[in-house]
């Protein structure tokens, strides 16, 4: 006969074996994912698409924190403070500002980032091809395609003289507005520009046309003004105002009257695949900076007439979405 103090140890250790197993397990790597705007199921989708072009599935063999700061830019100390405490296996930070305070607190864990800025300049990286550190990613170029945007805005309303650029300060960034400033100046056109870092301020912006009224607007390519874009949208059809959008979440299909830009989608797929290619043993320093593979052009007919205008059969040719 067994026991009675033999038994119980003998369910004791039963019942450990479990729990041993289970600490053998090797953990899942945890992404430390950090966007500037709000949550949206494109950009997720998008980078989970990445993922799992390497291999890689959320939940399966690994795992994504997602860190949505809706324009609350001084969360980011204390959240990449958070991520490198707890050693995560890659920060992901799709969007300038987030990236540049990754860089800033680790020099060692790698960082795949998501800029529209030379993220030489912006000291990310040595260089494209060579980014020689712990960060590497996708340059969006927004500060490039801000010319080409003028000038199709431009083409739309031919008669423009005075365009209003909505630009956030928060953004810590001046170079789209130089970039926007140059190419305002080759065309002809004067700029007013307006701040907004917040809601209220969106609303004082569109305010000042009341007695200051632009002949188009032009809105930055940033991803708080993404979040707001059906109170944008929602502002300029209010005011009559032709606006232009950059190519992040779709402004146009809310009513926005163009928008041009990189593809969000492509973006966050290919800081996906770069990040599913690092968990795999890549280097940051050995892998270059890519650049956007597909650029969006998209115009809203509907919001068009509204405006009184005609859309240049030119335009509507090389459109890659025309909404009716």
């Given at each position: 006969m067994?026991?009675?103090?033999?038994?119980?140890?003998?369910?004791?250790?039963?019942?450990?074996?479990?729990?041993?197993?289970?600490?053998?397990?090797?953990?899942?790597?945890?992404?430390?994912?950090?966007?500037a705007?709000?949550?949206?199921a494109?950009?997720?989708?998008?980078?989970?698409?990445?993922l799992?072009?390497?291999g890689?599935?959320?939940?399966?063999?690994?795992?994504?924190?997602y860190?949505?700061?809706?324009?609350?830019?001084?969360?980011?100390?204390?959240?990449?403070?958070?991520?490198?405490?707890?050693?995560?296996?890659?920060?992901?930070?799709?969007?300038?500002?987030?990236?540049?305070?990754?860089?800033a607190a680790?020099?060692?864990?790698?960082?795949?980032?998501?800029?529209?800025?030379?993220?030489?300049?912006?000291g990310?990286?040595?260089?494209?091809?060579?980014?020689?550190?712990?960060?590497t990613?996708?340059?969006?170029?927004?500060?490039?395609?801000?010319?080409k945007?003028?000038?199709?805005?431009?083409?739309?309303?031919?008669?423009?003289?005075?365009?209003?650029?909505?630009?956030?300060?928060?953004?810590?960034?001046?170079?789209?507005?130089?970039?926007?400033?140059?190419?305002?100046?080759v065309?002809?056109?004067?700029?007013?520009?307006?701040?907004?870092?917040?809601?209220?301020?969106?609303?004082?912006?569109?305010?000042?046309?009341?007695?200051e009224?632009?002949?188009?607007?032009?809105?930055q390519?940033?991803?708080?003004?993404?979040?707001?874009?059906?109170?944008?949208?929602?502002l300029?059809?209010?005011?009559?105002?032709?606006?232009?959008?950059?190519?992040?979440?779709d402004?146009?299909?809310?009513?926005?009257?163009?928008?041009?830009?990189?593809?969000?989608?492509?973006?966050?797929?290919?800081?996906?695949?770069?990040?599913?290619?690092?968990?795999q043993?890549?280097?940051?320093a050995?892998?270059?900076?890519l650049?956007?593979?597909?650029?969006?052009?998209?115009i809203?007919?509907?919001?068009?007439?509204?405006?009184?205008?005609t859309?240049?059969?030119?335009?509507?040719?090389t459109?890659?979405?025309?909404?009716?």
């Amino acid at each position: 006969m067994i026991q009675r103090r033999e038994f119980i140890a003998g369910l004791g250790g039963a019942a450990a074996w479990p729990l041993m197993a289970q600490a053998q397990q090797p953990t899942m790597p945890v992404i430390g994912f950090v966007d500037a705007g709000d949550a949206l199921a494109g950009r997720v989708a998008a980078f989970r698409k990445g993922l799992g072009e390497t291999g890689y599935v959320e939940g399966r063999n690994v795992m994504v924190e997602y860190h949505w700061l809706e324009g609350q830019f001084d969360r980011l100390p204390a959240l990449m403070a958070d991520l490198v405490r707890r050693r995560v296996a890659v920060i992901a930070s799709t969007a300038t500002r987030a990236a540049i305070a990754a860089k800033a607190a680790t020099a060692t864990i790698p960082i795949v980032f998501g800029v529209g800025y030379d993220p030489v300049k912006l000291g990310l990286v040595a260089s494209l091809a060579r980014p020689g550190g712990n960060a590497t990613g996708v340059n969006s170029f927004n500060t490039e395609v801000v010319a080409k945007r003028l000038a199709l805005l431009h083409e739309l309303v031919p008669n423009a003289v005075r365009v209003a650029m909505l630009f956030n300060p928060a953004n810590d960034n001046d170079f789209n507005l130089r970039e926007m400033q140059e190419a305002a100046r080759v065309i002809g056109l004067q700029i007013q520009v307006l701040n907004a870092t917040s809601i209220g301020e969106i609303d004082a912006a569109f305010a000042t046309f009341e007695h200051e009224r632009p002949d188009a607007l032009f809105v930055q390519a940033d991803q708080f003004f993404s979040g707001r874009r059906v109170q944008l949208a929602t502002l300029a059809a209010r005011e009559r105002v032709p606006a232009a959008y950059g190519g992040g979440p779709d402004s146009v299909g809310v009513g926005g009257l163009m928008s041009y830009g990189p593809s969000n989608a492509d973006r966050f797929r290919q800081a996906g695949v770069y990040t599913g290619r690092i968990l795999q043993g890549a280097k940051p320093a050995d892998l270059p900076v890519l650049q956007p593979t597909k650029f969006e052009l998209k115009i809203n007919l509907t919001t068009a007439k509204a405006l009184g205008l005609t859309i240049p059969e030119t335009l509507l040719a090389t459109a890659d979405e025309v909404i009716q």
